[in-house]
């Protein structure tokens, strides 16, 4: 078994609305920053040890489908790279 780091990204999918970034993004904006969108996202850095990288991917994925993120209303994206 080898040590890998997942990096499991939560969003909210396209279309649902999201309050703490429209807060955000007012608030930057009246900071004087030009922005035609803002999406907040949850970051999961989970550290685990799988047979390869492609076992540590799915292994995050499962997490990610079961726990991390709602699929009715969540995208997420999973990194996986070898732990040091």
Known sequence: MSAYTATVTV??????LDPEAETTKRALERLGFELSGLR?????EVDLDADDEDAAR??????AERLLANPTIHDYDVEVVPRE
Do not use: H, I, N, P
């Not at 969003?11 to 649902?16: A, D, E, N």
């Not at 907040?40 to 999961?44: E, P, Q, W, Y």
């Not at 799915?58 to 997490?63: C, G, V």
């Open 11 to 16: 969003r909210l999918k396209q279309g649902v």
């Open 40 to 44: 907040s996202a949850d970051r999961f």
């Open 58 to 63: 799915e292994r995050a994925s499962e997490m």
